[in-house]
């Protein structure tokens, strides 16, 4: 039978497991991709496509895609129940939020 993930963990060195429990609290919250982030708001393809007032292929085409415009990323966001926050962090400056970015203009 095949051992549990605080087997394993244990069973590591201090050092490594330390690193790896750094790394884990990094990773929370954050989500890779556009695809995680729709599965982890339930959303189908199907319901961010009459959002986005596209048809279903489009959605795959944007989840797809890893260089792409702020509006679409915004509109993909905003469709899946959120809101697209942009900051920098700048040595000496802190953290900045960037508005009016990826805004659709009239």
Same mark, same amino acid.
């Given at each position: 039978?095949? &051992? $549990?993930?605080? #087997?394993?963990? /244990?069973?590591?060195?201090?050092? &490594?497991?330390? =690193?790896?429990?750094?790394? /884990?609290?990094?990773?929370?919250?954050?989500?890779?991709?556009?695809?995680?982030?729709?599965?982890? $708001?339930? &959303?189908?393809?199907?319901?961010?496509?009459?959002?986005?007032?596209? +048809?279903?292929?489009?959605?795959? +085409?944007? #989840?797809?895609?890893?260089?792409?415009?702020?509006? $679409? *990323?915004?509109?993909?966001?905003? /469709? /899946?129940?959120?809101?697209?926050?942009? &900051?920098?962090?700048?040595?000496? =400056?802190?953290? *900045?939020? *960037? $508005?009016? *970015?990826?805004?659709? +203009?009239?």
């Amino acid at each position: 039978m095949g &051992r $549990t993930r605080g #087997e394993i963990m /244990a069973g590591l060195p201090t050092e &490594r497991r330390s =690193k790896i429990e750094d790394r /884990a609290v990094e990773l929370h919250g954050e989500v890779e991709g556009l695809r995680a982030l729709r599965l982890l $708001t339930e &959303r189908s393809q199907e319901q961010i496509a009459q959002s986005l007032g596209v +048809k279903q292929p489009s959605v795959v +085409k944007i #989840e797809r895609q890893t260089d792409l415009y702020l509006s $679409t *990323l915004r509109r993909f966001v905003e /469709a /899946a129940g959120g809101k697209l926050e942009l &900051r920098v962090e700048l040595p000496g =400056k802190g953290v *900045l939020h *960037l $508005t009016g *970015l990826g805004e659709l +203009k009239p």
